[in-house]
């Protein structure tokens, strides 16, 4: 099984939904170095207490907010 970028980041709990086509193109080619990485972040800013999400407006792009 060859490694998909999108489904290891939204196993880890990342979100797409609202992303083009092309975004998701990109996301996917992100290697499993790079999947680890933002994976990581992503745990680390989970577990803190003190890190508080913000909301963004769909209709700018999206982006990866916490």
């Known amino acids: 099984m060859s490694f998909d970028a999108v489904r290891e980041l939204?196993?880890?709990g990342h979100n797409f939904k609202g992303a083009s086509p092309q975004q998701l193109?990109?996301?996917s080619s992100l290697s499993e170095e790079e999947v680890?990485?933002?994976n990581?972040?992503?745990q680390r800013l989970d577990a803190a207490e003190e890190v508080t999400?913000?909301?963004t407006d769909s209709a700018l792009g999206g982006g990866f907010v916490w």
Do not use: F, Q
Request: positive net charge.
């Open 53 to 55: 999400p913000h909301s």
């Open 25 to 27: 193109n990109a996301i």
């Open 40 to 42: 990581s972040v992503k």
């Open 10 to 12: 939204a196993a880890a």
């Open 36 to 38: 680890r990485l933002l």
